[in-house]
């Protein structure tokens, strides 16, 4: 099993930018692919990124598409999400997960472990 511990997150101001970090400990993700989940008080858990193993594909959600960026260093075990323009609406808990292959998509199932997460605050 892999422990996941997300950083990096905080309060900004509209338009402003952040970056999370995804360390995992454990065992080694570099033949997996790794996804970023939030989910805002009262809502659903959405999609927000996803990363191949080796960090050639990348795909979004349509809500962060243009904005985010998802990328990952193999060598530190870590996965980070760029996050720029940011939006009241963003506003949630940021959780980053391990795929059970090597290449993650946008449904939380085809993931097996998960994070604490880390709170986003985006203010008007």
């Known amino acids: 099993q892999v422990q996941l511990v997300e950083s990096g997150g905080g309060l900004v101001q509209a338009g402003g930018s952040l970056r999370l970090s995804c360390v995992a400990s454990?065992?080694?993700?570099?033949?997996?692919?790794m996804g970023w989940f939030r989910q805002a008080p009262g809502k659903e858990r959405r999609f927000v990124a996803a990363?191949?193993?080796?960090?050639?594909?990348?795909v979004y959600g349509d809500s962060v598409k243009g904005r985010f960026t998802i990328t990952r260093d193999n060598a530190k075990n870590t996965v980070y999400l760029l996050m720029d323009s940011l939006k009241p609406e963003d506003t949630a808990v940021y959780s980053c997960?391990?795929?059970?292959?090597?290449?993650?998509?946008?449904?939380?199932?085809?993931?097996?472990?998960w994070g604490q997460g880390t709170q986003v605050t985006v203010s008007s």
């Open positions: 454990g065992r080694t993700i570099s033949r997996y692919g």
């Open positions: 997960a391990v795929a059970r292959g090597l290449y993650g998509g946008s449904s939380a199932g085809q993931y097996g472990d």
């Open positions: 990363i191949n193993h080796s960090g050639g594909t990348t």
